[in-house]
């Protein structure tokens, strides 16, 4: 199946600080991708779906100002957490929307956030 | 009501047995599903596709009922190695989708 990377796999950062985490589709290009958070022994949550060339959309309760996603090329997308604190430490992962007959997604293999 | 829901289990079922897995859907417009398997701590991989007429990839069967709106996941002679959490994932045309919240299954020798 088609790969996405995501990177860092993990972070520690002390509260306040900004982490950015980079999901790249690595031998297709994806036009949309999407951003996930997961809480130990939670569903997978859609944080905002990415768009190349244009602003994401956010699902509701999302802070778009806190969660900065960034799609600049038809191979990456950034999400930018702002001014972290504890709570937002959690797993987050990407995917990216793969058109091949049915439409499907890969998923990143996620990064592990925690905020001191 | 949650758009997709699963009965989290655990299932605990002993190696060599078959085991299913139901999910339901509530919006009906509905059109594309599919299993995904996640192992502890990591990402959900891809399982298999769900096709209007079913779909079978070796030990794994997969079916939809569009009037009941539910999909179903069966594995068959059960491995070790299938112990997991079993996603489905339901999505429109929009192709915005929407995962349940897992099922976990646990084999046992």
């Known amino acids: 199946g088609a790969v996405v990377s995501q990177h860092p796999s993990r972070v520690i950062c002390k509260s306040g600080t900004s982490v950015k985490i980079e999901c790249r589709s690595l031998d297709f290009q994806a036009t949309t991708m999407f951003w996930y958070r997961q809480f130990p022994k939670q569903s997978l949550m859609l944080m905002a779906t990415s768009n190349e060339g244009s602003k994401a959309t956010y699902e509701q309760g999302v802070e778009k100002d806190k969660f900065l996603i960034n799609h600049a090329s038809l191979t990456l997308s950034t999400l930018t957490v702002t001014s972290a604190h504890p709570e937002d430490s959690s797993f987050y992962i990407c995917?990216?929307?793969?058109?091949?007959?049915?439409?499907?997604?890969?998923f990143g293999p996620g990064t592990r956030l925690l905020v001191l | 009501r949650k758009e997709v829901e699963q009965d989290p289990g655990p299932f605990n079922v002993p190696e060599g047995a078959t085991v299913a897995f139901n999910c339901t859907y509530s919006?009906?417009?509905?059109?594309?599903f599919f299993w995904y398997r996640q192992d502890c701590r990591k990402e959900p991989k891809l399982l298999m596709s769900v096709y209007s007429s079913g779909n079978e990839d070796g030990r794994f069967t997969a079916q939809l009922n569009r009037a009941s709106q539910y999909i179903s996941l069966l594995i068959r002679d059960s491995k070790l190695s299938d112990s997991a959490t079993y996603l489905c994932v339901a999505s429109g045309g929009s192709y915005i989708p929407t995962f349940g919240r897992g099922t976990s299954l646990i084999v046992h020798p």
């Open positions: 995917s990216a929307r793969v058109l091949a007959g049915i439409e499907t997604q890969y």
């Open positions: 919006n009906s417009a509905s059109q594309s």
